[in-house]
């Protein structure tokens, strides 16, 4: 407990520590403690200052300080090579072959689901890593379907004409005799939504 202790007030920035409670920095440091069957301190010190570099600047932003510094302190995710932090190996700093072969087996999962849904994808030559039931994305104008029979849809954006200096330059919205607000007929050719209400 006392090297978990060294490693709480080396390593948890002081502007966290502050705003944990006596019962949230027992938690940390339990935390801690758990790390450190698998890492050395200054590995864990290392691990904890590159993930506080996302909360640096956002002090403010931080409703949970006892999970902040959890998150910062546990590794966060499974992988059973105990030396892989972040998907590399410490030891050689190439990237973890037991995360790869992780990320492959998930791929691999998802492709089955996919054709067991579909059992008309089931003789597919699509290549791995995308389901054959995706359309080809060459236009970026396609839109995924909602459901892999359903043929994609081409969304087409039309250049907007210019401001016609009668209505709001940044809404283009204008105002009716009766006081209801209504789309400018000149600054939007297209017909409005029939299912959208403008309030």
Do not use: K
């Not at 403010?60 to 972040?86: F, N, Q, S």
């Amino acid at each position: 407990m006392r090297l978990a202790a060294q490693v709480y007030r080396a390593a948890i920035p002081p502007a966290l520590r502050e705003l944990l409670s006596e019962h949230g920095t027992r938690r940390v440091l339990a935390a801690i403690t758990a790390e450190l069957a698998a890492r050395t301190p200054a590995e864990l010190a290392d691990r904890i200052g590159a993930r506080w570099q996302h909360w640096r600047y956002r002090i403010e932003d931080i409703t949970d300080p006892v999970a902040v510094a959890i998150t910062l302190t546990r590794r966060g995710y499974h992988c059973p090579d105990l030396r892989c932090e972040d998907h590399v190996r410490l030891d050689t700093g190439q990237s973890c072959q037991a995360c790869a072969d992780i990320g492959a087996q998930i791929t691999r999962n998802r492709l089955t689901a996919v054709h067991a849904t579909d059992p008309a994808l089931s003789g597919s030559t699509a290549p791995v890593g995308r389901p054959a039931c995706l359309p080809d994305l060459a236009d970026p104008g396609t839109f995924l379907p909602a459901d892999p029979g359903d043929p994609p849809r081409l969304h087409v954006v039309r250049d907007r004409p210019p401001w016609c200096g009668r209505c709001g330059e940044t809404d283009r919205m204008t105002e009716l005799p009766d006081g209801m607000v209504a789309r400018c007929p000149a600054c939007h050719p297209n017909p409005p939504n029939p299912h959208r209400r403008i309030p």
